[in-house]
C-alpha cells in the first residue's frame, strides 16, 4: 500500500500538531521497512526531516492550511500522487479528497471556546470537520475525552469508526542533570524557583486567571515562567515576578521541567494535554484543573482543582512536592504501532 501523510503542519515548532506529526511520523516508518510513504511537507529543509530515513518520497507542498488553495491545489496534488490512502494528524483534508483518508481529532475546541476566531472561520471549522468525520475512512481521537466530544457532536456513526491512540513523550524529556538545568535557567535569566507554564494563551487556556493566582501570592522569592506564544499573549495583564518566554528549543524544555518547582495550568479545555506527560516525565509536580482530558494524563501524583482563582492561590501556596513519573503507556512507538495497524486495516476492509 502506498500511503501518503499530510505534514505540513510538522514545520511548526510551536503548534501541538506539529509535534504530534513529527514525533509520530518519525515512528510510523520505523514499524515497517516495506511500508511505501509519500510525506507532502511546506519545505524540504525542515529540520526534522534531516534524520528521517526510510521507504520515503517527499513532496513540497507549500499550500497554507485552511486555504482555498488547499482546497484545489493540494486536492490535485494528492491525486498525482498515486497514494491510496491519505493520514491527515488533523481534520483539514480537502473537500473533495479524491482517495481515501483518515483523520485525527485533537479536540473539538471550537464547538465551545471561539478563541477570538472570526463568525466566518467558525463557520468553516465546522462545516470542513463536519464533512472530515463524515467521509473518513477511520478516525484517531487522542484522548478518550476527545471521543466522548465526537460522540456528542456527530453521534454513534462517527465513533464506530473511530479509535482512541494516546499521544506519546518524546525520549528527550527525562529528568535534567542538575548543570544541565543551572546551564539552561542561566540562559533565560532565571534565579529564583519558579513555576513553569507552556503552552498558548488562547481563552480557553485561562492564562489570566493564572497570573492573577500567582500575583495574589505576593511572594517575590518565586517567579512564574510561561513559555508561551501567538498573538493572545499581548492582551494579558503580567503582574511582577512573571517572565515570558518565547523561541524555547525542544532540547532546552526539559531542562525547564526539571528545574521547575511545578508544571501549572489553569486550562479548561485540553483533547489530550501534552506539556502535562511532558513535566511527568521530567520529574516534574503538576498543578491543573480537574477538566476535559487533564485527569487521563496527569498521573496519581497531580494535584486536580476546579479552575478558580482561590482553588490556584492555595494550590499554588501548597503545592506538590513529587509526581507521578511512570508515563510508558504515552509512547510514540506504542502510538504508531497503533496507527499503522489502523491504517493497514483500511486496505484489510
Aim: charged letters at 25%; glycine letters at 4%.
Amino acid at each position: 500500500m502506498l500511503v501518503a501523510v499530510d505534514c505540513r503542519f510538522a514545520g511548526i515548532q510551536d503548534a501541538g500538531i506539529g509535534r504530534y506529526t513529527r514525533e509520530l511520523v518519525r515512528e510510523l516508518i520505523r514499524v515497517d521497512s516495506d511500508q511505501k510513504w509519500i510525506l507532502f511537507v511546506q519545505s524540504r529543509n525542515e529540520d526534522w526531516l534531516k534524520n528521517i530515513q526510510g521507504n520515503i518520497e517527499v513532496i513540497e507542498a507549500s499550500i497554507p492550511h485552511y486555504s482555498w488553495k488547499e482546497q484545489w491545489a493540494f486536492r490535485k496534488m494528492i491525486k498525482n500522487s498515486d497514494a491510496q490512502l491519505l493520514f491527515s494528524p488533523h481534520f483539514n483534508v480537502p473537500f473533495f479528497c479524491p482517495i481515501p483518508y483518515v483523520i485525527t481529532i485533537h479536540d473539538l475546541i471550537l464547538h465551545w471556546y471561539p478563541n477570538q476566531a472570526p463568525f466566518i472561520k467558525r463557520f468553516a471549522y465546522k462545516v470542513l470537520l463536519s464533512r472530515a468525520v463524515r467521509k473518513a475512512k477511520k478516525i484517531i481521537t487522542v484522548s478518550n475525552f476527545t471521543y466522548d466530544q465526537l460522540m456528542h457532536v456527530y453521534g454513534k456513526r462517527a465513533t464506530k469508526k473511530a479509535s482512541v491512540i494516546y499521544e506519546g513523550v518524546s525520549e528527550l524529556f527525562y529528568p535534567q542533570d542538575e548543570d544541565v538545568q543551572k546551564r539552561v535557567c542561566e540562559k533565560f535569566g532565571l534565579q529564583k524557583p519558579f513555576f513553569l507554564y507552556v503552552g498558548n494563551a488562547k481563552q480557553h487556556k485561562n492564562v489570566q486567571m493564572l497570573l492573577d493566582a500567582f500575583a495574589a501570592l505576593e511572594d517575590n522569592s518565586k517567579e512564574l515562567v510561561l513559555v508561551c506564544g501567538g498573538s493572545e499573549i499581548k492582551d494579558l495583564n503580567i503582574p511582577n515576578n512573571v517572565i515570558m518566554l518565547r523561541n524555547v528549543s525542544d532540547d532546552e524544555l526539559p531542562a525547564l521541567y526539571s528545574a521547575a518547582i511545578c508544571f501549572v495550568t489553569a486550562s479548561l479545555y485540553e483533547g489530550f494535554g501534552l506539556p502535562i506527560v511532558e513535566a511527568r516525565a521530567c520529574g516534574c509536580p503538576v498543578i491543573a484543573s480537574c477538566t476535559s482530558a487533564i485527569p487521563e494524563v496527569a498521573g496519581s501524583g497531580a494535584i486536580l482543582i476546579k479552575p478558580t482563582y482561590e482553588n490556584f492561590k492555595n494550590a499554588l501556596k501548597n503545592h506538590p512536592e513529587k509526581t507521578d513519573t511512570s508515563v510508558s503507556s504515552f509512547s510514540w512507538r506504542k502510538a504508531a504501532d497503533e496507527t499503522y495497524a489502523l491504517l493497514k486495516s483500511c486496505f484489510d476492509s
